[in-house]
């Protein structure tokens, strides 16, 4: 299956008389402005798990162009599903610096109460489910979801008709979970977005060893669903794709679409993980020179007298401000109380709940050397519990 494309490698149009389409330059430059916080972000936070100071983070260099371009054509309403290297598309919906942290750091200001491993964002406010770590959760999920708004869109046809978007990698694609989502998705005519990255490796694995067939694309057309590759580094013609299918989704009463992103995991997998260990050093170096989605941009912005350097200068130095400021009121927030580890299970603490907290918080009273609780809001006192 070819590949869609606006710009090449050197930002360069491709089919001139296919210029990028629905987007002004105000919008352009704030799709690189995205791409490049996400990136500044990430340079910081992978550098401080390596001081300690988060206990894991992943990073999506090379990436970048995929979330931000295709949450640039969903709808604010359309709700979400995500892997994890989609930083861009909270980055998009508005999660500030202070948001990122919370969660990153786990403060008194994470939704998830500190519950989640670092990077399992998720948001309410922004219709963005919280991310599962073990692969493939969200896939079914979104089908389900895609069932409901389908039937939301059916009940109210004046409101505004939504789609699901759903994001994964070409990794995870070989769980079942992903078939069985695609199937039911295409049986009942799902709006959904299958969104998938990929990125050439799922950890260690190279995608010659996960698959035989033509990449993803394949599968999708197998399900009788509608399926388009896009060069993953374009972020026009992720955002172009992304808005056409996003139309498509919703034609009909609703059907699926499968989306195939192809880019290059430029980072290692994640924080515990070390690439040089199955992949050449020369071969990442070699796509870090060659091709990226954010000086693909920029080169097509220069060229078009929409950026220079003293602007690129202000906003790289703007960010890593607004990323050290939040990342260093974070670092002194203490975390929820310990009695929210319990909470938000049922509707209220169950009676063996209460009796396990109640033990804990004695063995933390007899070996307080052993247990510094002062980080926690409340210290001791947060892990009271009533018994009614
Ligand atoms: C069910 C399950 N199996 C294995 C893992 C361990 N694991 C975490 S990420 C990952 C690779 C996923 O690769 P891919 O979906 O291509 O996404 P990428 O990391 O390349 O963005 C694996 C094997 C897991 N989290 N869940």
């Keep these: 299956m070819p590949t869609y494309r606006i710009l090449d490698q050197e930002g360069v149009i491709v089919d001139k008389s296919r ?12 799709l690189y402005k995205h791409m490049v916080s996400v990136s500044i972000m990430d340079l910081i936070m992978f550098d401080a798990q390596r001081q300690g100071k988060v206990s894991f983070y992943m990073v999506s260099a090379g990436e970048e162009g995929i979330a931000v371009g295709s949450a640039s054509s969903l709808s604010p309403n359309d709700p979400i599903f995500a892997q994890y290297r989609e930083t861009g598309i909270f980055q998009y919906r508005g999660f500030t610096p202070h948001d990122f942290m919370a969660q990153l750091f786990a403060t008194t200001d994470d939704p998830g109460r500190g519950r989640n491993m670092p990077v399992h964002y998720g948001s309410t406010k922004y219709h963005i489910h919280t991310i599962s770590s073990p692969l493939a959760t969200q896939i079914p999920q979104a089908s389900g979801a895609a069932y409901a708004v389908k039937m939301q869109n059916m009940h109210n046809p004046t409101d505004e008709q939504r789609v699901v978007a759903c994001y994964f990698g070409e990794g995870a694609a070989s769980e079942g979970d992903f078939h069985a989502a695609l199937n039911i998705a295409a049986t009942r005519a799902c709006p959904v977005l299958f969104i998938c990255r990929n990125n050439g490796y799922a950890i260690s694995t190279p995608t010659l060893e996960q698959y035989r067939g033509d990449g993803i694309a394949s599968r999708g057309v ?7 590759r896009v060069d993953g580094n374009d972020i026009l013609a992720v955002r172009e794709v992304t808005r ?8 009909q009463g609703g059907r699926p679409v499968l989306i195939e992103a192809m880019s290059y995991r430029v980072s290692h997998h994640s924080t515990s993980d070390d690439s040089f260990a199955y992949r050449a050093k020369v071969e990442v170096e070699d796509w870090k020179r060659r091709d990226n989605p954010i000086t693909r941009l920029r080169k097509y912005m220069e060229s078009n007298s929409l950026w220079d350097e003293s602007q690129e200068k202000e906003l790289r130095s703007e960010a890593r401000k607004s990323v050290l400021d939040a990342y260093r009121k974070a670092e002194k927030e203490k975390h929820p109380p310990l009695r929210s580890m319990m909470t938000d299970v049922y509707e209220e603490l169950t009676e063996e709940q209460i009796e396990q907290m109640q033990k804990m918080k004695k063995m933390v009273e007899r070996y307080p050397n052993e247990y510094d609780v002062t980080g926690y809001e409340g210290g001791l006192d947060g892990m009271n519990v009533d018994r009614r």
């Design 19 to 30: 210029q990028p389409s629905d987007i002004s330059s105000e919008e352009m430059v704030g």
């Design 222 to 228: 197998g399900y009788g669903i509608d399926t388009i």
């Design 244 to 251: 056409q299918a996003r139309q498509l989704a919703l034609e």
